[in-house]
């Protein structure tokens, strides 16, 4: 099963011995855990590593998201399938 990685910066209101603060963390679609930060660059810097280690092999990756609807870092079942070799396909059966 693919799983599409979807994160968002998320922010609330948090108490401190500073007095309120925002916090940052991050979430994703696909669970995964994130720090807490006080400062938003840090948690955009976590979604971009999280991109960056769920990203499949450059071959698997979509070559034309807007056309097939997904994102540069998702693999993508049309543009990874053009370069399996024909008598595979029956091995993509999704389950
Ligand atoms: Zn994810
Ligand atoms: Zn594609």
Redesign the pocket.
């Known amino acids: 099963m693919t799983?599409r990685?979807r994160?968002k910066v998320r922010r609330w209101r948090e108490e401190t011995s500073q007095g309120e603060a925002w916090c940052y963390t991050v979430r994703?679609?696909?669970e995964?855990e994130f720090d807490e930060h006080y400062t938003k660059r840090l948690a955009e810097n976590d979604k971009a590593k999280?991109l960056i280690e769920?990203a499949p092999p450059h071959s698997e990756r979509c070559r034309d998201p807007r056309k097939h609807r997904c994102q540069s870092w998702d693999r993508c079942p049309v543009c990874a399938d053009q370069l399996t070799l024909p008598g595979f396909e029956s091995l993509e059966v999704a389950g």
């Open positions: 799983v990685h994160p994703c679609s696909c995964a999280h769920v």
